[in-house]
């Protein structure tokens, strides 16, 4: 995979859906992007790891492994990250106030940019209806999707052998049924009311892997996107002012590995215990 080897300095760096778990995480488009971008402060923008996937059926190669090591390895070196979770990482909502590894859990916070302007920064999922109000249907959703990442990836593949590039059937697929519901649309006018209520002059949230920075009535909305389909992140320049980047695009399209990586040994609060890694392959 191309790499872009001069590293950026930020401000703040914001981060959202990593999925860390789940197949479908493209964990190596984000340890490329951790190791060219430096940033006073990282804010995890909720589901980094994707606890419902862990429950179904274990999954945890030696590059999530990766990931989280280079976020505790950035926090021993100064860097402050915050990690709100999300409701596919919601064990750690139990949490608030909590340091782990230098990493502290926040329900939600107000961020102020260097330009003094406020932002209101949650993962999201607390105005999604479907999430907040049915938890199985959330979960069939869930499955949904999971078929159309093991649909992505094959597609994949086929454009690979035939020289073309990468395209997401998931992200294009999610997104001709959202645009049909407006739930977009919807989830964004919510969640700028939220902002607004909070007498802030933005919001940054993630949950509905859609990257995207717009004014609405005066709100800042921001999105930062995922790290499954579209690899993005929000950056904070020195002088207040965001940008959207999506990594993606810059490296160019994904490689899949032939051979799948071996497992390897952790231990996650309200998720596993012993008899939960007792089948477990160690790396």
Excluded at 32 to 43: C, G, V, Y
Excluded at 245 to 272: F, N, Q
């Amino acid at each position: 995979m191309e790499t872009v080897s001069e590293a950026r300095h930020f401000r703040t760096l914001f981060i959202s859906d990593v999925h860390l778990g789940s197949k479908a995480a493209k964990t190596d488009f984000l340890l490329d992007f951790l190791k060219t971008h430096e940033a006073e402060t990282i804010i995890l923008v909720g589901d980094i790891v994707d606890g419902w996937r862990l429950k179904r059926s274990w999954y945890w190669p030696q590059s999530c492994n990766d990931v989280v090591q280079k976020l505790l390895r950035k926090a021993r070196k100064g860097t402050k990250i915050v990690y709100i979770p999300g409701n596919h990482d919601e064990f750690l909502r139990g949490f608030p106030g909590t340091h782990f590894g230098g990493i502290e859990v926040a329900e939600r916070m107000v961020h102020e940019m260097a330009d003094g302007k406020r932002y209101l920064v949650l993962h999201g999922d607390e105005f999604d209806v479907v999430v907040r109000n049915a938890r199985l249907l959330a979960y069939l959703g869930d499955w949904a999707y999971d078929t159309a990442i093991a649909i992505n990836v094959l597609l994949a593949a086929v454009r690979r052998r035939l020289g073309m590039p990468y395209w997401s059937f998931s992200a294009w697929a999610k997104l001709q049924v959202k645009h049909a519901v407006n739930f977009i649309g919807e989830f964004q006018k919510v969640v700028a009311d939220e902002a607004r209520r909070n007498e802030v002059d933005g919001v940054i949230c993630g949950h509905i892997h859609h990257a995207v920075m717009e004014d609405i009535d005066g709100i800042h909305y921001v999105n930062t996107g995922d790290w499954v389909e579209s690899c993005t992140a929000i950056v904070e320049h020195f002088d207040g002012r965001l940008e959207l980047i999506s990594w993606a695009d810059r490296v160019g399209a994904a490689t899949k590995r032939s051979e799948p990586e071996p497992m390897v040994k952790v231990s996650i609060p309200g998720l596993t215990g012993p008899a939960d890694n007792a089948g477990v392959r160690a790396a």
